[in-house]
Each structure stands twice: as C-alpha cells, then as structure tokens.
C-alpha cells in the first residue's frame, strides 16, 4: 500500500520549511530567511503513532505574481495538492492574515481536499494568542496553533493528519527501489532529463543556471523496475559559490550521491568534459557508486559524422581515465532521444555494483593472473601472495592476503583488478582492493 501523503502549503516565508523538517526529523528543506527559497517540491518521511506517511513542501505560493519562476512555484504546488491525501496550510501569526493567504485558503477549499491551517509561530506557551482568531476569516475550520522552530502543537497537527488517512490494508511495502541520483554542473539538464523519464514537470526547467536548490525525490516504476531518482542541484566551483543557499545545495549534492546506489553523471555534449565535470565524477568514483556517464543534448551538436560519437567518447574516456569502468549513454532530455535505454543500463551497473563472487573463482582468477605474470620482486625478496576474497559490495570489495604488503605495487595491483574486471565484468561500478600481510590484525 502506497504511503499517505501530507502537502505543507502556504504563501512564501511563513515557515513552511522550517515545519517540514521539524516533522521530518531532518534537515531536507533549506531554510533561510528569503521568500522563495524552495522552488520545487520536496519529499520527506515522517512516523507518528506507529504510521508511517510521506510529507511534500511546496514552493511559496504567490497567486497574482507575474514573475516566471514564482508561477512555476505555484504549478509545483498545485501538483503537490493534486497529489495529497490532506493539506496543511502554514500562516505566519505575526503577520497576520493577508491577500495572499486568502488566495491560497480560496484556492484550497476548491480542491476538496481535507485542510488543516497552522498558525505558526507561536512560539511561547500558554493562554492562545488573540492574534490567532483572526485567522477563522480565511474559511477553514481545523485550526492549530504551532511553533515550528519548537515543535510546539505539532502533535495535534499529526493527530489531525492521521484522522484523514486511508485504512491500512496490511500489505507491506517493498524495498527492492533503485536510488539513482542525477548530477552535474548546472544547466547541464538534469532536471529536463527527470522530467522527460516521469513524464510531467516534476521540478522546474529554466535557462537559469541554479533554478534547482534542493536534492528532489521522485518514485517511478516501469516493467524494468522501480526507481527512486534524486535530481540534485548542480555544483559550481567554491569560487562559484556566493551565498548561504548554494552552499547548502552543494552539501546536499554530496549527500544525494552517498545516498544513492547509481550516479548519473550529465555532460553538455557541446562543452565535453570540464574541470568541474571531473572533480563531480570523483566524488562519485570516490563514494564507490555504481555510476554511467550520460551525454546529454546530443541533438544539438551539428554536423555529425558516422564516428562522431566514437570519437566524442575516446575524448570523455581519455577525461575521465579514472572510469574507464562507466559506460557512456548518448541522449537527448529535450526530445527524448535514447532515454528509454538509460534504464536497462541502471539495471545492469546496479547489479554489478552489488555482485558477489565466490572466493574459489576469485582464487582461480588469480592463480591464472599470477601464472601469466609473476609477482614483482624488490632486493631479492619476492611479493606471494596467499589467497583473495571478497569482503563487501557497493562497491565489490576484494581483501588479498599476502606475505608483505610493501612488495605489492600499486601496477600489479591494477594489473589484479584488470583481470578480475576482465572474467566477471564489473562494467559500471568501481572497485575497493584492500591488501592484508600475514600478521596484520582485522580492522
């Protein structure tokens, strides 16, 4: 059974985010004292009374603006209503009620959908604030008085919530969902390419670099899986990065790849492979993440020949020499061009990234490996090595023990993972090989 659904609305700047996270437990949302810093929705899990539900903060909802973003706010919003089984509608006590906060209330009652209005900002506790009967003008009825910052009245909210969700059915849910996070330099099309797998305008698309902020989850299933994609916001070189906000969404980049389980790594098929292009692969490659390099807005490169996409991949290849192991993915998000392959690809570095090999074939690699060329020598002293396993996945993690580790060269040990990588594959996923000597003691 799906999970119920809470949308927390409201116009900009009354806290909305601030109570997302409160309910969440965690830091999702960026929080900053500037109207319109959550431009799309963003998705959290939250637990109260034993029920576990999804909650969605909106876009600051501004109904008669004019501006191009703060209307794709508003569309954000409105899919996020569309989509909940109740709403809450966060207010600001202090600023008492306004227009817009009767546009929204208006807008809420046509969507018949259950609506809770919280007062926030209430922060002291005790007698109820005179200033909070003023918001019984906007129509809605179940009203509370919260302290996001605090938490104070947020049970009552929940309370409120859990009234309004379906009967459990019992069935229980299952985890077998592929995390894929989507990264790159900005305006590379991350969030055109999310939009044209989901199939409708999950996260805002603009010419602006930096229009998204926030890692954006989406669920999405198809005959080949299901998937949970995260688009992230794109990362600027430190010498980029100019304001609180950023800075928060290049954490949370990093934090969207540690908790993924593939990487798609978006380069601008026109620019190729740039500095920033490698140091965010890295962080992939370093997190040990399956990874496929995407090529993206390939329909825009003029005068293509039969070896311009051979060519064009030997360059990123040469770039990127430290993923020789990602393979390349040619497409086009703004017409759709190959992006139906993207997942039968997910599918198959997912798999290899969580492989497991027995240690009797690992070791009949290796005495093949070794018999083909010896083991190198320093001073008279030659490097044996006993015997290999494998400790780990995600990435595959091979341990292998020998009589002295300073004898084992970083070139032998590449040489060991070429063959490995040779006989099981492993295409699309990094590998970790720790060298043990004899002696040495379990970490």
């Known amino acids: 059974m799906a999970k119920p659904l809470v949308a927390i609305v409201g116009r900009p700047n009354v806290g909305k985010s601030m109570l997302f996270n409160k309910l969440t437990g965690r830091r999702v949302s960026i929080v900053e004292d500037t109207p319109g810093v959550t431009r799309d929705r963003i998705y959290g899990e939250c637990e109260w009374c034993g029920r576990k539900f999804s909650l ?30 109740c ?61 996001a910052i605090h938490g104070h009245g947020t049970g009552d909210l929940l309370d409120w919530c859990l009234a309004q969700f379906p009967e459990e059915t019992g069935e229980e849910e299952e985890n077998d969902v592929i995390n894929v996070a989507i990264v790159g330099k900005p305006n ?31 669920f999405f299933e198809n005959e080949h899986g299901k998937y949970c994609f995260i688009d992230t916001a794109g990362m600027r070189r430190k010498s980029k990065v100019d304001d609180a906000i950023e800075r928060y969404s290049n954490l949370r980049t990093i934090n969207a790849i540690e908790r993924s389980d593939v990487c798609l790594i978006l380069i601008d098929a026109n620019e ?63 017409t759709g061009q190959r992006v139906d392959r993207l997942f039968a690809v997910i599918e198959a570095v997912f798999a290899q990234n969580t492989s497991r090999i027995t240690t009797g074939m690992l070791n009949s690699v290796l005495a093949d490996a070794t018999a083909r060329v010896q083991p190198p020598t320093d001073k008279g002293r030659r490097l044996k090595i006993y015997y290999m396993t494998q400790a780990g996945t995600k990435p595959p993690h091979f341990v292998i023990f020998c009589n002295d580790a300073r004898l084992f060269h970083f070139s032998y040990q590449r040489y060991l993972e070429n063959q490995i990588r040779e006989v099981f594959g492993l295409q699309g996923t990094p590998v970790r090989i720790t060298i043990r000597q004899k002696g040495d003691k379990e970490e």
Not at 99 to 117: C, E, Y
Not at 191 to 206: A, H, M, P, T
Not at 283 to 295: D, F, N, P, S, T
Request: one cysteine or more; proline letters at 3%; a negative charge.
């Open 56 to 85: 969605v903060d909106t876009g600051g909802i501004e109904p008669g603006t004019e501006s191009d973003m703060l209307r794709f706010m508003r569309r954000q919003a409105e899919i996020g209503i569309e989509l909940a089984d």
């Open 272 to 334: 190729g492979v740039t500095e920033q292009d490698t140091k965010i692969a890295g962080l992939v490659h370093e997190a040990g993440k399956a990874a496929i390099i995407v090529v993206n807005k390939w329909d825009a490169v003029e005068d293509k020949q039969t070896n311009t996409m051979r060519d064009k991949e030997a360059d990123i290849r040469g770039d990127l020499s430290y993923m020789t192991y990602a393979p390349v993915v040619f497409l086009s998000a703004l």
């Open 188 to 218: 590379v099309g991350k969030s055109s390419l999310l939009n044209r797998i989901l199939g409708e305008e999950r996260v805002i698309v603009s010419d602006v670099a930096g229009t998204t902020r926030d890692a954006i989850d989406s």
């Open 87 to 147: 709403i809450v509608m966060v207010v600001d006590v202090h600023a008492g009620v306004t227009a817009a906060d009767m546009d929204v209330a208006t807008m809420l009652r046509k969507s018949g959908k259950p609506v809770a209005l919280a007062v926030n900002k209430c922060d002291s506790i005790g007698p109820t604030n005179p200033d909070v009967y003023e918001f019984y003008g906007l129509g809605i009825g179940d009203l509370f008085e919260i302290s």
